[in-house]
């Protein structure tokens, strides 16, 4: 039997080929054993060199029959790759197409008639020839390159990818840019911007948020998020790129779309790198060693940044940044070009925040690359704020009468990590955290999450209303508790339901001189619910 699970369409740049619209086919083979004759299709099987002797063979025949039917109305292609995955018999079958409406079609009706040649039923593929010549006559020639289908009007792009960082380093990219009289359009996982106005708002890392800005009439240069999720469900939305910034690379979000490993993660992010054009700038982590292995191409000049005071440079480079003495020092050639003292840096927290300074110093690089002006770079750093309007969810910290709050959406144990060195630096004497975890992560993920909050926080809350994603929310909660009280089985903390409002509870929690931190996004729409409280003379001059 052969049970179809899933079939997408990867439209442009993957991981897979760089130059070829895919298909990819997940699918089950159940019941499939012992060869037996097949002389019923004996012409079709050796039209395909097809000898089905074992399982792969029916992947190849799956994969074979797909290209076959296309070409048979038309088509002229031949790239095909099947992979195993690590699901028993469950594999994936990868296939070139023109038409994505006719390659999907192809796919199911392989499967299809795959199915009938293994019960030894003769098949006649006319019928699934003629659907596909019917489907191929309604639609426009798709036969030219398919990355002229994708760069339209020339706009150059930044493509920001990375683990953590990389929504703050594109915004701060576009608001320099755009403060330098660049026409920009850019999206986040906040949503799309033209010319520093929010156009849609949500999670719009993926390709067909940048297919939005990459065609609109008033853009001239797009910074484009470039997320992991939308990579391996369509592939990228452009063909080549100018400047690529991959931000780190770590064990997150493994486990999802067959990424089971940080090196296969690496190269998931490394795509950016690899379409981009001759000549352009990679901006990469030098204290991370999944983006050092980035740098492989020749044809390619290379920024580096690095949190270090006195990092080991590579031989060639075209830009490194890097930290001295409360300031960034920028280099080209070992030739100091630039310099940023953290005063005029504030979303770096005067120095105190690390991740933020990596942020600041791979948005740097990127304009430095695409050509922006150093005093141009300076005025958009100095007028970047940490504030809901230019960094929504990223260390937002609201003043209350007598505690703080502050919110952000770190979400795995990296996250947390630079979560916990900001706490270090806030005097409060009694920090409150509220904190989630998510089903779809590695146990040891979610522990490393309850490990990190016993070591930041006085009181944690759990919330488990949402992101179980196969788990139950129990499951989660356990995992996260477990890893608390490996640290310390001291520090006090509650599991409240899901009908109560974690940051209210918080802010009952609260003593004179608190700082709630809310991890996660585990509030629904947290900053303007944090506005209606400041607004609230009741909780806000709240005496407890």
Not at 270 to 292: I, S, W
Request: hydrophobic share 40%; with cysteine.
């Amino acid at each position: 039997m052969i049970e179809l699970i899933n079939i997408q369409a990867l439209r442009g740049p993957n991981l897979f080929s760089l130059d070829h619209r895919l298909i990819l086919l997940r699918l089950r083979l159940l019941g499939i054993t012992s060869p037996s004759i097949f002389s019923n299709n004996e012409d079709l099987l050796k039209l395909l060199q097809i000898e089905l002797i074992g399982q792969f063979d029916v992947l190849k025949l799956i994969g074979k029959l797909a290209l076959h039917l296309q070409n048979s109305a038309g088509y002229r292609l031949n790239f095909l790759k099947i992979l195993n995955t690590n699901e028993e018999n469950v594999h994936r079958i990868i296939f070139e197409y023109c038409s994505e409406d006719a390659g999907k079609l192809a796919g199911k009706l392989a499967c299809t008639l795959a199915e009938n040649i293994l019960l030894d039923q003769k098949v006649d593929c006319e019928e699934a020839i003629n659907e596909l010549i019917k489907l191929k006559s309604l639609e426009p020639d798709q036969t030219q390159n398919f990355k002229s289908l994708l760069n339209p009007n020339n706009i150059p792009v930044i493509a920001v990818t990375g683990t953590n960082g990389k929504t703050t380093t594109s915004r701060l990219i576009a608001h320099i840019c755009h403060h330098s009289g660049i026409k920009v359009g850019f999206t986040t996982s906040d949503g799309i911007y033209i010319n520093a106005e929010m156009i849609e708002k949500g999670d719009t890392t993926g390709p067909a948020s940048a297919h939005t800005v990459l065609h609109h009439p008033e853009v001239d240069l797009a910074v484009l998020e470039t997320a992991r999720g939308g990579i391996l469900r369509a592939g990228l939305a452009f063909g080549t790129c100018q400047v690529a910034v991959v931000t780190n690379v770590q064990p997150d979000h493994l486990g999802l779309g067959d990424i089971h490993t940080v090196e296969e993660m690496a190269k998931v992010k490394a795509l950016v790198v690899d379409v981009l054009e001759r000549g352009g700038t990679a901006v990469l982590n030098l204290e991370n060693e999944h983006t050092k292995s980035m740098a492989t191409r020749k044809d390619l000049q290379y920024a580096w940044f690095s949190i270090q005071k006195n990092p080991v440079w590579p031989e060639e480079f075209k830009f490194i940044a890097f930290v001295e003495k409360h300031k960034i020092v920028v280099k080209n050639n070992y030739e100091t070009i630039l310099e940023i003292n953290f005063e005029d840096c504030p979303i770096s927290f005067n120095g105190t925040v690390p991740f933020m300074i990596e942020n600041v110093m791979a948005a740097i690089l990127a304009c430095l690359s695409f050509g922006v002006s150093n005093d141009s770079i300076k005025k958009g750093i100095q007028s970047f704020y940490p504030s809901a309007e230019q960094t929504p969810g990223r260390l937002n910290v609201f003043d209350f009468h007598q505690f703080k709050v502050m919110v952000d959406f770190a979400h795995n144990p990296d996250g947390f990590s630079g979560i916990k060195e900001f706490l270090k630096h806030i005097q409060s004497p009694f920090k409150i955290g509220i904190i989630t975890g998510t089903g779809d992560r590695p146990d040891a993920s979610t522990e490393e999450l309850g490990k990190l909050s016993a070591e930041m926080f006085d009181y944690i809350i759990i919330h488990q209303a949402k992101f179980h994603r196969g788990r139950t929310a129990q499951e989660i909660v356990d995992l996260l508790v477990k890893g608390i009280k490996s640290v310390n089985s001291n520090v006090p903390y509650e599991y409240i339901p899901d009908e109560i409002e974690p940051l209210a509870y918080a802010i009952e929690k609260a003593k004179p001189g608190a700082f709630i931190t809310a991890l996660s996004d585990v509030l629904d729409d947290p900053i303007n619910l944090i506005t209606s409280y400041q607004q609230n003379p009741a909780i806000n001059k709240l005496s407890l």
